[in-house]
Nanobody, 124 residues
Framework: QVQLVESGGGLVQSGASLRLSCAAS????????VGWFRQTPGREREFVAAISWNGGRTAYEDSVKGRCTISRDNSKNTVYLQMNSLKPEDTAVYFCATPRTTGWAVTSHDYYYWGQGTQVTVSS
């Protein structure tokens, strides 16, 4: 059973930084793409960023480009999302996820295993 556990969320002021972590267990983590998504009440889950199995390919949602960096440490089975210059509109529950199969993925329907999420709240 694959388990993903997010951490690092919190309440911060506008302009601050946070680093989210996604710790994985249950299968060979290092061969799978990992993505970060976010969701606010009443809205669909939104893609934020993704990273390929070896970190050689990344993708970002337009509103976070230049402010967020996704990275991974396969020796620790962990993926990170560094978020800088946070804005109130970044407020959401952030989820990490990984597909059932290997390969690149940037849409939520391509992902199968999901964590429970970590709340990020940015005050103005």
């Amino acid at each position: 059973q694959v388990q993903l556990v997010e951490s690092g969320g919190g309440l911060v002021q506008s302009g601050a930084s946070l680093r989210l972590s996604c710790a994985a267990s249950g299968r060979t983590f290092s061969i799978y793409t990992v993505g970060w998504f976010r969701q606010t009440p009443g809205r669909e889950r939104e893609f934020v960023a993704a990273i390929s199995w070896n970190g050689g390919r990344t993708a970002y949602e337009d509103s976070v480009k230049g402010r967020c960096t996704i990275s991974r440490d396969n020796s620790k089975n962990t993926v990170y999302l560094q978020m800088n210059s946070l804005k109130p509109e970044d407020t959401a529950v952030y989820f990490c996820a990984t597909p059932r199969t290997t390969g690149w993925a940037v849409t939520s329907h391509d992902y199968y295993y999901w964590g429970q999420g970590t709340q990020v709240t940015v005050s103005s």
